[in-house]
C-alpha cells in the first residue's frame, strides 16, 4: 500500500469520527429542546437528500480537480455545518427555530459529506490497482467502522452529565459554550480541523480526466445515462443493488438500536450510543475477515446478507448483556464481511465502465435514495407507535427476503452468460463511454 493510501485512511477516519459524534450531539440537541422522537431519523433524512440531490454534480467536481484538495474544500463545508449548529441559541429565537436551525445544519453538513463521498472512493481506485482493491477496501471500511465507533462513542461521552459539567467547568470552553450539546459540538469542531489539516498531506496522483461538463441540465441527463450504464451492468446492478440496501438498512439500523436501548433495555442516549458502537466493533471484525475474499470471489458472499437479515430479529428476544452484546456483535461482523466484497466489485466495475468520480456519485444516489426510503418509512412507523420489537421484525425479514431475491437475480444473471465472472479484474476506466 502507498503511503498516500495511508493518508487517506487517516484523514476518511477523522471525518467519520466527527460526523458521527456530531449526530450524537445533534439528537441529544433535539432531545433538549424537546423535538418529537421522530425528528431525529428525519434530521438524518435531510443529510441523505444532499447526496441524492447533488449526485448528477459531484461526481464532476471531484473528477475535475485533484481529490486530495476535494477532501479538503468538502471538509471545510462540514465545520461551517458544525459551527452553525454549535450557532443554534444565537440564530435562533425559540425553541421551534432553533430546531430548525439543527435540521439546516447537519444538512450543510450532509452537503459536505455527499461531495466528499466520491473523491474519498475514487482516489482509492486511482491509488491501488484491481487485485488490491477488496484489501484496500477492507481497510478503508474497517477503519471508517471504527470511526464509526469511536464517533459514536466520542458523541455519547461528550454529552454525558459528568464529562459535560467538566467541559463547561473548563475556562476555555465555557467563554464559548452554554450547554452540555454547545459543548460536544466545540470539541467536535476540532476533529473536523484535523481532518482537514491531513487532506492536505494527500498526495497527487496524476491520474487525468477529460474535461467535466457544467452545463446542470447536461450534467442531469448524463448523469442519468451513468446510472443507466451501471445498472444494465450484470455484475454493477447486482453489487449496486446489495451496497444499496446495505446503507439504507445500517442508517436505519443505526435508530433502531437507539430506540431499542430506549424502549427494550431502559438506556439513556449516552448508554444507547454504546451499542451502536458495540455493532461497530462487529463490522470491523466482518471487514477485516473479508479482506481475505479475492475480487472474483466477491460474490460468493451474498448468503451471508440473509443470515444477518435473521440475526436483527434475534434482538426482541436478548436483555442480559453479554446476549445484548453477543447480537450485536455478530450483526455488525456479519454486515461487514457481505458488503466489503460488494462494495470494492461495485467500485471496480464502476472505474472500468465509467469513472472514479462519477461511478461512486451513481453508487452515493442510489445507496442515499434507499435511506430516505428507509428512515421514512421508519419514520412513520415511530409516528404510528409501532412497538421497536415490531419494527425490528419488519427490518430483519425484509433484508433477508430482499438478499434471496438479490441471489435469485445473480444466478440468473451467470445463467445467461457462463462467462461473466472472467470480466472482474480488467483493467482501464471509462469503457462504456467510449464511441
Same mark, same amino acid.
Not at 127 to 156: A, Q, Y
Not at 184 to 204: D, K, Q
Not at 398 to 411: D, G, P, S
Given at each position: ?290 479482506? *481475505? ?8 458472499? /451474498?448468503? #451471508? !446478507?440473509?443470515?444477518? &437479515? $435473521?440475526? @436483527?430479529?434475534? %434482538?426482541?428476544?436478548? *436483555? ?8 450485536? /456483535?455478530? #450483526? !455488525?461482523?456479519?454486515? &461487514? $464481511?457481505? @458488503?466489503?466484497? %460488494? ?93
Amino acid at each position: 500500500m502507498k503511503k498516500g493510501f495511508y493518508l487517506v485512511m487517516i484523514a476518511q477516519a477523522l471525518s467519520s469520527v466527527a460526523d458521527n459524534a456530531l449526530l450524537i450531539a445533534a439528537i441529544a440537541l433535539i432531545a433538549d429542546l424537546q423535538g418529537p422522537d421522530w425528528m431525529a431519523p428525519m434530521m438524518k433524512w435531510w443529510f441523505a437528500l444532499a447526496y441524492v440531490v447533488l449526485a448528477a454534480f459531484v461526481g464532476a467536481f471531484a473528477d475535475s480537480f485533484p481529490k486530495g484538495r476535494v477532501m479538503f474544500i468538502t471538509n471545510a463545508i462540514k465545520i461551517s455545518g458544525c459551527l452553525l449548529m454549535f450557532s443554534y441559541q444565537t440564530l435562533g429565537s425559540d425553541h421551534h427555530s432553533q430546531l430548525i436551525l439543527v435540521f439546516c445544519a447537519y444538512t450543510l453538513v450532509g452537503i459536505g459529506a455527499a461531495a466528499y463521498s466520491p473523491a474519498k472512493y475514487g482516489i482509492v481506485t486511482e491509488m491501488l490497482p484491481p487485485h488490491l482493491l477488496v484489501k484496500g477496501n477492507s481497510w478503508i471500511e474497517g477503519l471508517t467502522v471504527l470511526s464509526i465507533i469511536i464517533g459514536t462513542v466520542l458523541g455519547g461521552i461528550l454529552i454525558h452529565p459528568s464529562v459535560s459539567d467538566m467541559l463547561l467547568a473548563h475556562s476555555g470552553i465555557a467563554q464559548f459554550a452554554q450547554t452540555r450539546a454547545e459543548a460536544a459540538i466545540f470539541m467536535i469542531a476540532f476533529v473536523y480541523l484535523m481532518a482537514a489539516g491531513t487532506n492536505l498531506l494527500i498526495p497527487l496522483t496524476n491520474v487525468r480526466y477529460p474535461k467535466q461538463q457544467t452545463n446542470p441540465v447536461k450534467l442531469i441527463r448524463t448523469f442519468g445515462g451513468y446510472v443507466s450504464i451501471l445498472w444494465h451492468d450484470k455484475l454493477g446492478q447486482i453489487s449496486l443493488a446489495v451496497t444499496t440496501l446495505f446503507w439504507g438498512a445500517g442508517a436505519t439500523l443505526q435508530f433502531i438500536v437507539i430506540e431499542w436501548g430506549a424502549q427494550h433495555l431502559g438506556y439513556r442516549l449516552d448508554q444507547a450510543s454504546v451499542l451502536m458502537g458495540i455493532a461497530a466493533v462487529g463490522t470491523v471484525f466482518g471487514s477485516i475477515l473479508a479482506g *481475505r475474499v479475492p475480487l472474483k470471489r466477491a460474490l460468493s458472499v /451474498l448468503p #451471508v !446478507g440473509v443470515v444477518m &437479515g $435473521f440475526a @436483527v430479529m434475534l %434482538m426482541p428476544i436478548v *436483555r442480559e448483556t453479554w446476549e445484548v452484546y453477543g447480537v450485536l /456483535l455478530l #450483526v !455488525g461482523a456479519l454486515s &461487514g $464481511f457481505f @458488503v466489503v466484497p %460488494m462494495n470494492a466489485l461495485l467500485q471496480h466495475r464502476g472505474h472500468v465502465l465509467l469513472s472514479a468520480g462519477h461511478s461512486i456519485a451513481v453508487q452515493n444516489f442510489n445507496e442515499q435514495l434507499n435511506i430516505l426510503l428507509m428512515l421514512a418509512i421508519y419514520s412513520l412507523m415511530l409516528w404510528l407507535n409501532l412497538p421497536i420489537n415490531v419494527i425490528i421484525v419488519i427490518f430483519g425479514v425484509l433484508v433477508a427476503t430482499l438478499m434471496l431475491i438479490f441471489i435469485r437475480w445473480n444466478r440468473i444473471n451467470h445463467r445467461a452468460n457462463p462467462n461473466l465472472e472472467s470480466t472482474i479484474g480488467q483493467h482501464g476506466h471509462g469503457q462504456a463511454l467510449k464511441p
